[in-house]
């Protein structure tokens, strides 16, 4: 079940409350075991949603999931106050340092990664034109919520808080959550939630990735978070305690990091946390996270040139590692490297690169069941477009040319230049009035690539 905290407290927490009601037809009880100031007195229940109402800052209302019966997912409709203009925006509670507004020292409410990436695509959908959708850093309470939560705001000064368009696309984006989870799916032990370091208080990288991959965010510890934490924390034991409750609160095994702070990568990766790439994040999009770790085990690492194929997204099926001829596989690159990328993606599940990832270099990994014999048939297309014939015999390939060969033009004291140009064109040329046929010149290469 989603529970919706409003404030009264809050003008637009009350205004998205208003909306949310008239947009569905809701149930109406009344609660007489809890204050009505904490969440008691009436009570709106709809399908899969229930809203309570509190007379306190979402800020300074603690274990706000006890007024609900079971709940999966809490979201706090709220206000957001900044110089941002017309902002939609949704993020997770909790403090790197010093608790300001709200919460504990050090502490973070549960996270809801996949509900939040939801979110944040719903406000896209619902907002009006003038309004811009965002993602903020972990910065303010409440730290203890009892369940996975979330704030989803209207902001950012008293003109948005009380426009109706406003207060609707946010309420039309919170029911969208109904019945929606709080986490992404576990996969091979670990989910697709990251925990989200440096940068600035609004967040457009990792904005990003909600938007274009299929990985969520949870915490986001800024450039000034990790500042308050560097202040705060004593040690760096006590620094190194606050990521990890960071990365447990976004039930996160990854962190993404903007910006160079080559300490608190230790300190994750010391923890037994991956600290990945943006590059990372986006070739994985789709692909199952075993099937992840067993080619980098078997082939590279991602950030160390590792692509995936058309195979990749959902395969669970048997593979195989085949290593083409470096030289075959370069020669096709120097004739086409579009259409050998395009035949090496087209049938495989992932293929290694360098240069980052703009250079084939194999091997490349195939299904099991791959006829092996058309991805060489596939590159053969790719040499005879330079080549006058390619063979195929039992072990190797046979690639012939005749070309024009600029140590026999020497010998016959062809001047070098234009007429060197001509010949290795075709095309024929005058010497002392004599003219020259450019097959004179021409001798027959052979590339010889074993299979």
Known sequence: MLGVVVSHADAASTHIGERLRSLRDWD??????????????????TDGVELREFEALHLDIEDAAAAFPDPDLLVFASKHAGETDELLTAHHTGNFGVAEFGGEDGQFARACPGAHATVVSALRRHAPPVYEVGMECTHHGPTAVGVPSMFVEVGSAEAQWKDPEAAEAVARAILDLADEPADKPRENGTRRHLLG??????????????????????????????????????????????????????????????????????????????????????????????LVEALEDAVQPVDDGLRF??????????????????????????????????????????YATEQNGTVLTGPIVCPATTDLTAVVDSLVGILERRFDSVERTAGELVARETAFDPDLARTADIPEGPKFGKLASGQSIEVDGEEIDPERFQRERIRRYTL
């Open 28 to 45: 109406e009880s009344v609660d007489e075991t809890r204050p009505d100031a904490e969440g008691g007195g009436t009570v709106y229940r």
């Open 197 to 290: 370091v440096g940068g600035g208080h609004y967040a457009p990288r990792f904005e990003r990735v909600v938007r274009e991959t299929d990985w969520a965010v949870g915490h986001i510890a800024a450039d000034w978070s990790l500042d308050a934490l560097a202040e705060w924390a004593d040690s760096d034991a006590e620094r190194d305690a606050v990521l990890e409750r960071a990365l447990r609160a976004s039930a996160a095994d990854y962190a993404l990091m903007e910006g160079d702070r080559p300490a608190i990568q230790a300190a994750i990766e010391s923890l037994g946390y991956r600290v990945v790439s943006e590059t990372f994040v986006q070739e994985t999009t789709g692909v199952d996270l075993g």
């Open 309 to 350: 194929g058309a195979f990749a997204p959902g395969y669970d099926g048997e593979w195989t590692v085949v290593d083409l001829p470096d030289d075959l596989l370069s020669d096709a690159q120097g004739i086409d490297s579009e259409a050998l990328r395009e035949t090496i993606d087209r049938q495989s599940i992932a």
